[in-house]
């Protein structure tokens, strides 16, 4: 199905024991989990900084700033790479799964809370045969503040 006004392209992954999702025209690219550098005094979700190609780019824990366990094993760390508010960031997530498409009307408001985050990272969950696919608003993981505050690192 192509991308219209009524449907969506999600990137889904794994985080914990939940299934995850953003939309893909918020994700630059998907990288390889490789080698990041740690920063002095960085907020405790701030794992650190990463090379691109060049170009340094912040590092997030979604695990740190959800609150969630991390699995003991992991079968691949993977990177996605997103455009914030005008900013690169990375984010540590568990597996990337596939890209699907989804109707927007099949997005249901997200419970006031759910799995441990708050309702206000999320644009919403909608339920496929395998389970509950949670949907991130990227726009709402940060505040200006915390932006303006990890863009430092870069």
Do not use: C, W
Request: charged share 25%; net charge negative.
């Amino acid at each position: 199905m192509a991308e219209t006004e009524t449907s969506l392209q999600i990137v889904t992954f794994r985080l914990g024991a939940e299934k995850y999702g953003i939309d893909i025209m918020e994700v630059k690219e998907i990288v390889d989990y490789e080698e990041i550098r740690s920063i002095p005094n960085a907020p405790v979700y701030v794992e650190g900084i990463y090379n691109l190609r060049g170009d340094i780019i912040p590092i997030i824990s979604l695990h740190k700033r959800f609150h969630l366990q991390r699995p003991e094993k992991i079968e691949e760390d993977s990177l996605l790479i997103l455009t914030i508010g005008g900013m690169e960031l990375g984010i540590i997530i568990d597996k990337v799964l596939r890209v699907i498409a989804i109707d927007t009307d099949e997005i249901q408001p997200p419970p006031q809370m759910l799995s441990g985050i708050g309702a206000e990272y999320i644009r919403g969950v909608v339920n496929k045969e395998e389970g509950y696919l949670i949907i991130l608003d990227s726009l709402r993981l940060f505040d200006p503040e915390e932006l303006r505050q990890i863009s430092q690192y870069a």
